[in-house]
């Protein structure tokens, strides 16, 4: 029996919500010189590509929705798989820049398919 597809996106937004916690009072040099913030941050974002790409195999209509799903799991993969090509400023310009619309978007999806399902 696979997961309620709900389950995935709810793993995004706690996700989200983490990195967006841990880089309250931080700047790009925090990031760059605290092991533990750039490793907790990048865990997360792997655990975001990760709930996306098992959501795509469940529920693709569903994962098609998602703001840039595809880079999301390519992202993961690099985080995963490629730590030495890891670009640290693309991950916190993500971080930063992305993420609070990425989390916001999968809110109102959320939301909706709440709504939905009266």
Do not use: C
Not at 8 to 19: E, G, N, S, T
Request: charged share 30%; aromatic share 8%; glycine share 4%.
């Amino acid at each position: 029996m696979h997961r309620d597809p709900k389950l995935y996106l709810f793993d995004l937004v706690d996700a989200a919500d983490a990195i967006m916690t841990f880089i309250v009072g931080q700047d790009r040099d925090d990031y760059l010189e605290n092991d533990l913030l750039r490793i907790a941050i990048e865990r997360k974002f792997a655990i975001i590509g990760e709930a996306v790409e098992q959501l795509a195999k469940i529920a693709p209509d569903l994962a098609s929705r998602l703001p840039d799903s595809r880079e999301a799991d390519a992202f993961r993969n690099i985080m995963a798989r490629g730590y030495m090509l890891t670009d640290h400023d693309v991950v916190w310009r993500t971080a930063i820049e992305t993420l609070p619309e990425f989390r916001a978007e999968i809110v109102a999806l959320l939301d909706e398919l709440s709504t939905g399902e009266g």
